[in-house]
C-alpha cells in the first residue's frame, strides 16, 4: 500500500520534472542523473499532505518536485570533493565523479533555482498566496537558518576539539533535515490555506527518527544495500546518533520518534493512515 | 546625480541585507564578506524601475536585495577553483580564499535562498501575485535556461575544438548577465502589475553593452583599478567581444547598444532620466 503509493507518487514526479528539462547540454543530462533514483520520500510528504486536504495532485506534483529538485541538488553540493568528497549516491557515481566539479556546482545550483520555480509555478498551488508562501517558506528552510546551515554546522563539527553532544546533533539534523521535512509535511495544508501545526509536529519527529535510522544504516548496513558509502561517520570519528546513544538505545529513540510523529496526526483520523505508515517506513529501512 | 542615486540604493540594500544575517558562524561573516562592496547596479534597477512606476523603496528594497544576493551567489561560485579559479574579487581575497572551498560553496547556496526569501519577503512586493510572480521568473532567470545556462555555455567553450562565434557570445551573455538585468529592470513593473516589456527591451541591450565593456576592461584595466584579475580570457585564447570584434568596433557597438537602450524608454519621458544615465555610465566605468 505504501510502496506502491510511493512508487506511483515518485513516478508522477518523475514525469513533472523531466518535462522541465529539456536540454541536451551535459548541463541538463546531469540535472537528470542527480534528480532520479532516489525514493522521493520528501515529495511522497507533499503529495501526501495535499490529498490529506484535498488538493488536486496534478497540482500538488509541482511544489513535490520542487522539494526533490531541493534535495538533489544537497546531495550534488555535499558529494563535492570539498564538502563530504563522495563517488557513489544511490549506487550511481556522484555527478563531480561523471562529470567534473564544475558541472556538479552548476547543476546543484541549477537545481535549487528549479525547486522555486516549482514551488512559485502557475500550475502548482491554486492562490498566488499559496504559491508566494511556499517559495518563500522553501527559501528559509533551504537557506542559512535551515539546510544550509545545518551543513555549516556539520563541517564545523569536523574542526572542533569535541565531538558534538546530543543536542548540538540534533540542532545540526534539524537543519541538515528537519528543515525540509518540515517544509515538504506543510505543503498540502499551505495550497490548502489550512493549518500546517499538526504537520510540523510530524514532520519535526519523522525527521528526527529519520536522521537516528541514517545512522543506524551507516552503522549496520553495507554500501551494496545502502548505495551510498557508509561507516564514514564512525570512521572519521564523528559524533553520530549511535556513537552517542549506542544502537539499541538509538534504535528505541527512533521508535519513541515515530509514535510521536503518529499521534501528532491523530486530529486527521484515519486518512493520515499512510503518513504513520510512512513513518513506520521510515525506521525499517535498510538504506 | 547618478553616482549618488546608486550609493544611496546600495546603502539600503545593504542595511537590509545585513538585517537578515545576523549569525556569527564563518557561514555568516563570508556571506557578508560576498555580499558588500560592489556597485549593486541590478538592485539599483530594481529601486529605480520601481521609483518610476511609485512602487515605495521601503518595499523595493526586498527584490533589490534579492538580486544582489543572487548576483553575489553567482560571483562566489564562479570564482571557486573547478570554475574560473580567481583569488581577487572587487579588491578584496574570494571566499574560497580568504576561507576555505565548502564554506564558499555553502555561501554561494545560502546566498541563493536568501535571493528568494527576498524576492517573496512578506515586506516587499504588495500583492501576493506580484511576490509570486517575483519568486517564479528569479528562479527562471537564474536557472538552467538563463544564468547558470550560460555559465554552463561558457564552460563547454573552453574545451571546444573552435572559438565561439558572434552569435554564441551573445546567447552566452544573455544567460550570463541579460538574464538577471531582465528580471532587474522588469521587476518595478511587475510590482506595481504595470507592462514590463519596455523595460525588458532596455535591459537586454544594456546587459549586452554591459558584457562588451567588461571585455573592453578585460583587455585594457589593470589588476589594481578593475578589484580582479584581468587579461585571463586573451591569456586563454577564449573568444570575447573585443577579440572577435576588434577595440575600437566592440566600443561603437557598446555605445549602439546604449542608444538602442534610452530609445526603449521613451513612453517614461523625462522620469527614466536616471535610467538613461545608468546606460550611459555602463560603457563609461572603468571596473
Not at 11 to 26: N, P, S
Not at 194 to 221: C, E, K, N, R, W
Request: glycine share 8%.
Amino acid at each position: 500500500m505504501l510502496q506502491s503509493a510511493l512508487a506511483a507518487d515518485a513516478a508522477a514526479i518523475r514525469t513533472c520534472l523531466e518535462a522541465q528539462i529539456t536540454g541536451d547540454l551535459r548541463l541538463h543530462a546531469a540535472m537528470r542523473h542527480a534528480l532520479f533514483g532516489g525514493k522521493a520520500l520528501r515529495g511522497f510528504l507533499v503529495m501526501e499532505t495535499a490529498r490529506l486536504h484535498d488538493v488536486n495532485p496534478s497540482r500538488a506534483v509541482f511544489p513535490a518536485s520542487g522539494i526533490e529538485a531541493m534535495h538533489a541538488y544537497s546531495l550534488v553540493h555535499d558529494d563535492l570533493p570539498c564538502m563530504d568528497d563522495d563517488d557513489l549516491r544511490r549506487g550511481q557515481p556522484t555527478v563531480h565523479v561523471k562529470w567534473d566539479e564544475g558541472t556538479a556546482v552548476l547543476v546543484g545550483d541549477a537545481l535549487q533555482s528549479l525547486a522555486f520555480e516549482m514551488a512559485a509555478h502557475p500550475d502548482g498551488a491554486a492562490t498566488p498566496e499559496a504559491r508566494a508562501d511556499l517559495a518563500l517558506t522553501l527559501a528559509r528552510a533551504a537557506g542559512k537558518d535551515g539546510m544550509v546551515l545545518g551543513q555549516a554546522l556539520d563541517i564545523a563539527a569536523e574542526t572542533a576539539a569535541d565531538p558534538l553532544t546530543l543536542d548540538q546533533i540534533v540542532a545540526l539534523q534539524d537543519g541538515k533535515t528537519g528543515a525540509l521535512f518540515g517544509w515538504a509535511a506543510s505543503a498540502g495544508a499551505v495550497m490548502a490555506r489550512a493549518d500546517s501545526a499538526p504537520l510540523l509536529a510530524y514532520a519535526q519527529a519523522l525527521g528526527l527518527a529519520f536522521q537516528i535510522q541514517d545512522d543506524v544504516i551507516d552503522q549496520t548496513g553495507d554500501v551494496t544495500a545502502v548505495g551510498k558509502a557508509v561507516g564514514k561517520d564512525a570512521a572519521a570519528g564523528k559524533a553520530t546518533f549511535v556513537s552517542l546513544l549506542g544502537l539499541q538505545e538509538a534504535k528505541r529513540r527512533a521508535s519513541d520518534l515515530v509514535d510521536t510523529a503518529c499521534d501528532s496526526l491523530s486530529g486527521y483520523g484515519k486518512r493520515a493512515e499512510r503518513l504513520r505508515d510512512l513513518a513506520r517506513f521510515v525506521i525499517s529501512r535498510q538504506s
